[in-house]
């Protein structure tokens, strides 16, 4: 079976740094995406990591570690814009199929 | 820029009724998804397909079949509606690698 657990809420203030952190126990392992959504709207791609270390972009990066089963987001200079739920996602196969955690909802504050 | 549309943002149905949710997409994507999110579940598939007229059953199928008979569209159907079955449904087309969302339909069973 499929397992991904992440905090469901998590509270910032403007400016900080903030790490949202995401553990999988999956059943195979081809990448991890993470999504952010705001309240009311779709899900929007953030990043993907498929091998071990860090993947910057921007005020976003994501990390991970497959041997631990472990993924974070890291946000960096937060602003107000970035409150939103932040999703993790496994794809456990070579197919397109992900398996989504229950989504951290972050709440920045000035 | 990538679009995914679908048919209704709000929809009202009662119990029994046969429901029809519409999704579109304009990028000539092969796969599409459809899945249902409730607070604290997170996402979660309820079908995909990887092609015209194929489709897979997600991780939640029961209640629900879809149809897909143009590449471009992706139907889901509720065949008769339960109380349950109140939720987010979110259409989703991807390539190769990252999933792009529709934004939404908020459909209530009463």
């Known amino acids: 079976g499929q397992n991904i657990d992440q905090p469901t809420e998590m509270t910032a203030t403007e400016g900080a740094i903030v790490q949202i952190n995401c553990t999988y126990q999956?059943?195979?392992?081809?990448?991890l995406f993470w999504y952010q959504q705001h309240a009311g709207e779709a899900p929007t791609f953030l990043s993907y990591?498929?091998?071990?270390g860090l993947e910057e972009k921007g005020r976003f990066s994501s990390f991970l570690s497959r041997s631990k089963g472990y993924s974070y987001l890291l946000l960096k200079e937060l602003q107000m814009k970035d409150s939103a739920s932040y999703l993790c996602?496994?794809?456990?196969?070579?197919?397109?199929?992900?398996?989504f955690g229950g989504g951290t909802r972050l709440m920045v504050k000035p | 820029d990538v679009k995914v549309t679908q048919s209704s943002r709000y929809l009202v149905k009662r119990t029994g009724e046969k429901v029809f949710l519409e999704c579109v997409q304009d990028?000539?994507?092969?796969?599409m998804f459809w899945y249902r999110q409730d607070p604290g579940l997170g996402l979660r598939l309820i079908y995909f397909?990887?092609?015209?007229?194929?489709?897979e059953k997600g991780d939640i199928p029961e209640g629900y079949s879809v149809s897909r008979e143009k590449k471009e569209r992706f139907s889901l159907i509720l065949e008769s509606a339960s109380t349950n079955q109140t939720s987010m449904y979110l259409c989703?087309?991807?390539?190769?690698?990252?999933?792009?969302f529709g934004p939404g339909t908020r459909l209530t069973v009463t």
């Open positions: 990028m000539d994507h092969e796969n």
């Open positions: 990591n498929v091998l071990d």
């Open positions: 989703a087309s991807s390539s190769t690698l990252e999933q792009y």
């Open positions: 996602a496994v794809r456990a196969n070579a197919g397109n199929m992900l398996t």
């Open positions: 999956t059943s195979g392992f081809n990448g």
């Open positions: 397909s990887y092609d015209v007229k194929m489709k």
